[in-house]
C-alpha cells in the first residue's frame, strides 16, 4: 500500500481560494478523514488528489512520487462519489469487472476476482443485479467492490454516508471500516458530520475556509482542539 | 368540485395545436380517400417508385453517416474546451437549420459543382451532400445533449478512475447510455432528410432515377398531375408514418 503526501497545495475559483496551502500526510493502509462545513474545500482537496482539478501552486505524491502530470487513468486511485457512480446499465458483475476488463484481465481471472471482492463486501449472489435494483448500502458496497477489484493505491471517499438512511447507518459505517481495515488500502474519506468522522477515521482533518485546523488522532482532538473552531466543528461528540 | 380553468385553457391550447398539425393530414386522405384507385396507379408509377427509393435510400444512408459523424464530433464537443466552442456549436446545430436550403444548395453547386476540379453535382452523391448538411445538425444535437447529460452524471470520470481511456469511456459507457439519443438522432435527421427538397433539388437536380427525389416528384407533378401528386403523398406518408413509428419502437426496446 502507498502513502499520500499533498504539499502546500493552493487552488482558487476566481477570487475564491478553495484550498489555501494545504499540506497533509496519509500513511500508507491509514484511514484519513477530512472533516468540515460545506465550502471548507474538502472536495476540492479530494479532486486535486483525484486528478479532476489541478493545483495552482503545492504537489500531490503517491508513494514518494510525483503524480501532478500522471492522466486519471494512470493515478490507481479509486474513488466512490456520493451517489456511489454504478453504470446503471451494467450488471453488478459487470459493474465491479469494469476495470479489470480494462486492463485485460482473462475472462476466468476477471470471474474470479469479482468472485473474490464481491465475497469481501458479502454481496454473494447479487451479480445478476442491476444498480436499480439495490439499496443504498448495496450500491455503496458494489462501488468499493468495483474499486477495490484493482487493487487502487489510494481510496477516496466523497460523503459516503450521505446517501444511507438513519436505520441503516450504523451498520454501513461498520461494514465499510471492517472493509477498508481487511484490505488494508489507504484511504481518505470525506465527511461533514463529526460523528460520523470521529467512527471511522485513523485521524481527522479538520478543515475551515481552505485550510487545514487541525489534524489529529480522534481522542487527541476531544482532549486539545487547537482552537475554538475547531471545538465547534467537534461539538457533537465532545 | 370547482372547475379548474387554468386546466381547461391548456387543453383548448393543446387541441389548437394538434388540430393544425393533423387536419392537413386528415384532408389530404380525404381528397384521397374517393380515390384509392389513383393511390393504387401511383404506387405502380414508376417515376413515383424511383423517387421513393432516391429519397429512402439516401435518407437512410445520411441517417447512419450522421450517427457516425456525430458521436466523435459531439465527444469532442463535450470534453475539449477551447476558445469560439459556443460559435463552432451554432455554426453546426443550429445555424444549419436557418441557413435558407437554397441557398446550401447553390453553394455547393459552386463549391463542387461543374466549374470545380471535384464535379459531383446532379448525382446520387450530390442528394446525399446536400441531405446530409441539411439533417445531420439533428443527429449531432441530441448526441451532444445526451454526452453532456452523462458527463455531468461523472460517470465517465469514474470509469477513468478504474483505467479507462477514451476508447473504453465512450464505446462502453458514452454509448451504451446514449443509445435511445442516438435512435431518436437518426430517426429526425431521417425526417428530415425525406423531407428535404430545395438543396437537393438545386445541387442534384430532378433526374428520373438517378436525383429526382420523392418531393421534387410531388412538385413538379403538382401543376398537370395535382390528384396524382396528392395520391403519391399518401402512399408515401404512410410509408413516413411507418418507418417513424418503427424507429420509435426500436428505441423503446432499448430503454
Redesign the interface.
Known amino acids: 500500500m502507498k502513502g499520500l503526501r499533498v504539499e502546500s497545495v493552493t487552488k482558487s475559483y476566481g477570487n475564491l481560494r478553495a484550498l489555501d496551502g494545504v499540506s497533509l500526510t496519509v500513511e500508507p493502509s491509514e484511514l484519513v478523514v477530512i472533516m468540515g462545513p460545506s465550502g471548507s474545500g474538502k472536495t476540492t482537496l479530494l479532486l486535486t488528489v483525484?486528478g479532476?482539478l489541478r493545483a495552482d501552486e503545492g504537489h500531490v505524491y503517491l508513494g514518494g512520487d510525483l503524480i501532478d502530470d500522471l492522466?486519471?487513468?494512470?493515478?490507481?486511485?479509486?474513488?466512490l462519489?456520493q451517489d456511489f457512480?454504478l453504470?446503471?446499465?451494467l450488471s453488478v458483475r459487470d459493474n465491479v469487472a469494469?476495470?479489470l476488463r480494462?486492463?485485460g484481465y482473462a475472462k476466468e481471472a476477471v470471474a474470479e476476482r469479482v468472485r473474490e471482492v464481491l465475497g469481501l463486501v458479502e454481496l454473494e449472489g447479487f451479480e445478476g443485479r442491476m444498480p436499480g435494483q439495490l439499496s443504498g448500502g448495496e450500491k455503496q458496497r458494489v462501488a468499493l467492490a468495483?474499486?477495490l477489484a484493482?487493487n487502487p493505491n489510494l481510496l477516496l471517499l466523497d460523503e459516503p454516508l450521505s446517501n444511507v438512511d438513519e436505520a441503516t447507518k450504523a451498520e454501513v459505517k461498520a461494514k465499510l471500516k471492517n472493509i477498508i481495515e481487511e484490505t488494508r488500502v489507504t484511504t481518505v474519506c470525506v465527511i461533514h458530520d463529526a460523528r460520523d468522522a470521529f467512527d471511522l477515521g485513523d485521524r481527522i482533518a479538520v478543515m475551515h475556509a481552505g485550510k487545514i485546523m487541525q489534524f489529529a488522532k480522534p481522542p487527541d482532538l476531544i482532549k486539545s482542539p487547537s482552537s475554538d473552531l475547531v471545538r465547534s466543528l467537534i461539538a457533537s461528540v465532545c | 368540485m370547482p372547475r379548474d380553468a387554468f386546466r381547461v385553457g391548456l387543453n383548448v391550447l393543446a387541441c389548437v395545436f394538434i388540430l393544425f398539425m393533423l387536419v392537413s393530414l386528415f384532408y389530404l386522405f380525404a381528397v384521397v380517400g374517393g380515390s384509392w384507385g389513383l393511390v393504387y396507379r401511383a404506387m405502380l408509377d414508376t417515376r413515383v417508385l424511383g423517387a421513393l427509393w432516391i429519397s429512402t435510400s439516401s435518407a437512410f444512408i445520411v441517417g447512419g453517416l450522421a450517427v457516425v459523424a456525430a458521436v466523435p464530433t459531439a465527444y469532442l464537443l463535450t470534453y475539449k474546451e477551447f476558445r469560439g466552442k459556443e460559435l463552432l456549436e451554432t455554426l453546426l446545430i443550429e445555424f444549419p437549420q436557418t441557413f435558407p436550403p437554397a441557398t446550401v444548395g447553390l453553394v455547393y453547386l459552386f463549391m463542387l459543382g461543374p466549374g470545380s476540379p471535384v464535379n459531383v453535382a446532379y448525382t446520387y452523391l450530390a442528394v446525399l451532400i446536400a441531405k446530409f448538411y441539411v439533417s445531420a445538425p439533428f443527429a449531432l444535437g441530441l448526441t451532444v445533449r445526451r454526452f453532456n447529460e452523462v458527463h455531468s452524471t461523472g460517470l465517465d470520470l469514474i470509469a477513468r478512475t478504474l483505467g479507462g481511456r477514451t476508447k473504453h469511456v465512450l464505446l462502453w459507457i458514452l454509448i451504451p447510455l446514449s443509445t435511445r439519443d442516438l435512435l431518436a438522432g437518426f430517426s429526425l435527421t431521417w425526417a428530415r432528410a425525406m423531407g428535404e427538397v430545395a438543396a437537393t433539388l438545386v445541387f442534384a437536380g430532378a433526374i428520373p432515377w438517378r436525383t429526382e427525389i420523392f418531393p421534387a416528384v410531388v412538385y413538379l407533378t403538382s401543376q398537370s398531375q395535382p390528384e396524382l401528386a396528392l395520391a403519391a403523398s399518401t402512399f408515401a406518408g404512410v410509408l413516413a408514418i411507418a418507418a417513424l413509428l418503427s424507429f420509435k419502437m426500436v428505441a423503446r426496446g432499448r430503454r
Open positions: 483525484l479532476v492522466p486519471i487513468e494512470e493515478r490507481r486511485i479509486g474513488y462519489p457512480g453504470f446503471p446499465h469494469f476495470g480494462v486492463v468495483r474499486a484493482v
